[in-house]
């Protein structure tokens, strides 16, 4: 079970933080990342962070957004600077875990809508 926080509304060129807690028969995570799909478009990868710690960005968000986590709480973050109206969507946590059962499953947050205001 994946649960999101942290979306709302900003000022462009402002700041927000999205949280996304995991939990449930994790036995271990195998990948963090972050997704976002604006009105009439796909939902494309914004961010990604492995078990090992690597990170990777869409070049769209380079530079402005930063993925992170905290691996004592399962929580996977995206802090957003510099936001622009392009930015606007509804953002998605994705993660991939191994259960204790061995099997290995893909969660999806609840969405977490952004909105840029000019």
């Known amino acids: 079970q994946l649960v999101e926080s942290g979306g709302g509304l900003v000022q462009a060129g402002g700041s927000l933080r999205l949280s996304c807690a995991a939990s449930?028969?994790?036995?271990?995570?195998?990948?963090m990342d972050w997704y976002r799909q604006a009105p009439g478009k796909q939902r494309e990868l914004v961010a990604r962070?492995?078990?090992?710690?690597?990170?990777n960005y869409a070049d769209s968000v380079k530079g402005r957004f930063t993925i992170s986590r905290d691996s004592a709480k399962n929580t996977v973050y995206l802090q957003m600077n510099s936001l622009k109206s392009e930015d606007i969507a509804v953002y998605y946590c994705?993660?991939?875990?191994?259960?204790?059962?061995?099997?290995?499953?893909?969660?999806w947050g609840q969405g977490s809508p952004v909105t840029v205001s000019s």
């Open positions: 994705n993660v991939g875990v191994t259960e204790f059962s061995g099997y290995l499953s893909e969660y």
């Open positions: 449930g028969s994790i036995l271990s995570i195998n990948h």
């Open positions: 962070i492995t078990k090992g710690g690597s990170t």
